[in-house]
């Protein structure tokens, strides 16, 4: 079949709950991907913040194969070497304590959010307590994830939510203060908002409310699904300000393309909330996927990925000022490190759509922004060569 076959086999097929792009992706290389027709593509969305290593990394490629020959599934009934390795290198990296394998980013709030549940149970007895979420944010489809997002648009089609969830705004210390009571266990927030708008947390926001937290023993969870796992320049945003979480959550580009999720908390959360019955997963922390978390995080190190998003990152934030500079229709450029974002004045799916057909992949975050997310392991000539046609699509939609 040809691609556009293919699009109507799978319009007849798939639940539609995505608007896809016109496109059939084969596969990928470094870089760059290649649809069905051999068309070759660069890579700026990285599968949503995911593939942080590019495609077709040999030695992440190997050490899958290697499991795959040994054995993919157990169940958490039993022990297997690949989780204990992985959790000791996650630990390692995030300096949290304990470690609960998921699934997925939504899978892993879940679990967060259980976890500040049963933590204030277990201080007073009561099943009231309240968590405290951002406005804008994004943390996830499931219903408690959902329940925490801070976009009505996303959940009137499915309430009633979980409950006990007030909304704040990021970066306001005084509406965070204003949604606080003496039933709040959580406060919950994205160290960098992505679906949002590419909004980083201020340090002395981040330090303000982990002294509240402090203060009045409530639980803070930083999610850190899609700003983590090396992002922002370091290997978790919140390491940029030295403001510890009690919880925090990862995903996305922890497996770079293994569907896999984490939940980590320090040893005194993880002493006094779940235990055994309280949670579990069939899938999660399974040997393969494990063997995923354990080889990126290597790969991480070996390849010196932090560097290269420090300084390519940098030199990203130079090129697109200068896109920002050239045109009126950009009102507005943020973010850090491989997670930015330019704000226009009108919708950008034009732009998107355009850039597609000239072998760019970008995506949106809202309307009105693109949003930047590829490989981190992308050169400062890959970033010229975006730069080149998104470029060349602003001058002729303009």
């Keep these: 079949m040809n691609m556009q076959e293919y699009i109507e086999e799978a319009e007849k097929d798939l639940l539609h709950t995505y608007n896809r792009y016109q496109v059939v992706f ?3 290389d470094g870089v760059k991907l290649y649809d069905i027709e051999g068309k070759e593509y660069l890579d700026f969305v990285a599968g949503i913040a995911v593939f942080a290593l590019g495609y077709n990394n040999k030695a992440y490629n190997d050490a899958l194969k290697a499991q795959i020959d040994k054995i993919l599934h157990t169940s958490n009934y039993y022990y297997n070497v690949p989780a204990i390795e992985a959790a000791r290198k996650l630990k390692k990296i995030s300096s949290m304590d304990r470690v609960f394998f998921t ?6 709030i879940e679990g967060a959010i259980k976890t500040a549940r049963k933590y204030a149970y277990l201080k007073d007895g009561k099943t009231d307590h309240e968590i405290i979420a951002m406005n804008h944010s994004f943390h996830g489809r499931t219903m408690g994830a959902l329940s925490v997002t801070g976009n009505p648009h996303y959940r009137e089609a499915f309430e009633p939510m979980i409950g006990n969830i007030r909304f704040a705004e990021l970066n306001d210390f005084n509406s965070v203060l204003a949604q606080v009571t003496d039933k709040t266990c959580a406060i919950l927030f994205e160290t960098v908002q992505g679906e949002g708008g590419i909004f980083p947390a201020t340090e002395e926001f ?8 402090d203060e009045k023993d409530i639980l803070l969870i930083l999610d850190e699904i899609q700003c983590g796992m090396g992002r922002t320049g370091e290997m978790f945003a919140w390491q940029r300000y030295g403001v510890k979480p009690d919880v925090m959550t990862t995903a996305k580009a922890l497996g770079c393309g293994v569907p896999v999720g984490a939940f980590l908390m320090t040893e005194k959360v993880g002493a006094a909330s779940l235990v055994a019955g309280d949670h579990g997963t069939t899938y ?12 990126v995080i290597d790969l991480f190190e070996e390849e010196k ?15 697109l000022d200068k896109l920002t500079e050239k045109y009126d229709s950009i009102i507005a450029h943020r973010g850090v490190g491989l997670m930015q974002g330019l704000v226009f004045d009108k919708p950008v799916a034009p732009v998107i759509n355009k850039a597609l057909e000239m072998g760019l992949v970008l995506i949106n975050a ?8 590829p490989p981190l392991v992308i050169s400062e000539k890959d970033v010229d060569d975006m730069i080149q046609i998104l470029d060349t699509c602003l001058k002729e939609l303009e």
């Design 206 to 213: 981040m330090k303000q409310v982990r002294a509240l937290c």
């Design 366 to 373: 809202g309307t009105q922004i693109i949003r930047f997310v």
């Design 305 to 319: 990925v932090l560097d290269n998003v420090r300084k390519v990152g940098a030199y990203l934030w130079k090129e």
């Design 26 to 28: 084969d596969h990928g």
């Design 103 to 108: 699934n997925s980013g939504a899978e892993s």
């Design 284 to 295: 999660g922390g399974n040997p393969f996927a494990c063997a995923a978390i354990s080889k």
